[in-house]
């Protein structure tokens, strides 16, 4: 069984930065994409920025030149870095990670989210 666990949320002001990681565990042979999603109230859940194996990322138009994402391979961590930070950043943050456990079974497996609050 693979388990996510986010950290690193809080309340920060506007213009302030957070660093958010998340750290999987369990029966895992190799993870392909990791990535961070954010669903505030009311909204649909939508993708932050995302990074494979190789190092490829991908971000969120909303976020392009603030917030960086990372991977620490041997630790099986993503990490969030989000500078720059806006009131309209308020979400829940959710790591997600597509993996395999083994050569023939692939899982897409989620966190349990960690708050993020942007306000002065």
């Known amino acids: 069984q693979v388990q996510l666990v986010e950290s690193g949320g809080g309340l920060v002001q506007p213009g302030g930065s957070l660093r958010l990681s998340c750290a999987a565990s369990?029966?895992?042979?190799?993870?392909?994409?990791m990535g961070w999603y954010r669903q505030a109230p009311g909204k649909e859940r939508e993708l932050v920025a995302a990074v494979t194996s190789s190092g490829n990322t991908n971000y969120a138009d909303s976020v392009k030149g603030r917030f960086t994402i990372s991977r620490d391979n041997a630790k099986n961590t993503v990490y969030l870095q989000m500078n720059s930070l806006k009131p309209e950043d308020t979400a829940v943050y959710i790591c997600?990670?597509?993996?395999?456990?083994?050569?023939?079974?692939?899982?897409?497996?989620w966190g349990q989210g960690t708050q993020v609050t942007v306000s002065s």
């Open positions: 997600n990670a597509d993996l395999y456990v083994s050569s023939w079974y692939r899982d897409n497996c």
């Open positions: 369990g029966s895992i042979l190799s993870i392909n994409v």
